[in-house]
T-cell receptor, first 114, second 113 residues
């Protein structure tokens, strides 16, 4: 089954404790990206990657890092989480980097930073 | 379609009626637009897309209309069903930004049985 898998689905952590949210897709998509979703603000892009070893900042990259060492995986790293990073995070993948012919989204990761 | 403050615009329709969800996009250079549906507790799901060289595209029970003059996008859902209840987002993609996708803030559709 074609899917984007995020882990964990729920995470509560403390300020400053490094964490990684994993994202994996099984569709051989070149394009992957991370979004955060906050009430009243919709989805905002954090980082995206057009292919292996190619990443770029989205609209709200501060406080986040990503890596794309393999095509299928695109982890999101919070080196020193802060409470303003409490949010719902989605990973997405697509076949084309321009046009988003059909993006597949993961189920989301709800992160709480206390 | 666009929200103000923390409150999502809400559209409430009777089952069987047609729904129209509107969205104003921001960049006149945007050349590709997508509508997504997000059900509670789930990630967004692709519904339909349209390129800027078109003004209308139809899918199964859904139609997207694009008015580039006023930078307006709409999603029409025919014979709305309870399963259509969700938050609907429009998204725009503009050339040169290598895949950056900008989402609107969403509209919540509630279908009354």
């Amino acid at each position: 089954e074609a899917q984007v898998t995020q882990n964990p689905r729920y995470l509560i952590t403390v300020t400053g404790k490094k964490l990684t949210v994993t994202c994996s897709q099984n569709m051989n998509h070149e394009y992957m990206s991370w979004y955060r979703q906050d009430p009243g603000l919709g989805l905002r892009q954090i980082y995206y990657s057009m292919n292996v070893e190619v990443t770029d900042k989205g609209d709200v990259p501060e406080g986040y890092k990503v890596s794309r060492k393999e095509k299928r995986n695109f982890p999101l790293i919070l080196e020193s989480p802060s409470p303003n990073q409490t949010s719902l995070y989605f990973c997405a993948s697509s076949l084309k980097y321009r046009g988003w012919t059909e993006a597949f989204f993961g189920q989301g990761t709800r992160l709480t930073v206390v | 379609g666009e929200s103000v403050g923390l409150h999502l615009p809400t559209l409430s329709v009777q089952e069987g009626d047609n729904s129209i969800i509107n969205c104003a996009y921001s960049n006149s250079a945007s050349d590709y637009f997508i509508w997504y549906k997000q059900e509670s507790g789930k990630g967004p799901q692709f519904i339909i897309d349209i390129r800027s060289n078109m003004d209308k595209r139809q899918g199964q029970r859904v139609t997207v209309l694009l008015n580039k003059t006023v930078k307006h996008l709409s999603l029409q859902i025919a014979a709305t069903q309870p399963g259509d209840s969700a938050v609907y987002f429009c998204a725009e993609n503009y050339g040169g930004s290598q895949g950056n996708l900008i989402f609107g803030k969403g509209t919540k559709l509630s279908v009354k049985p």
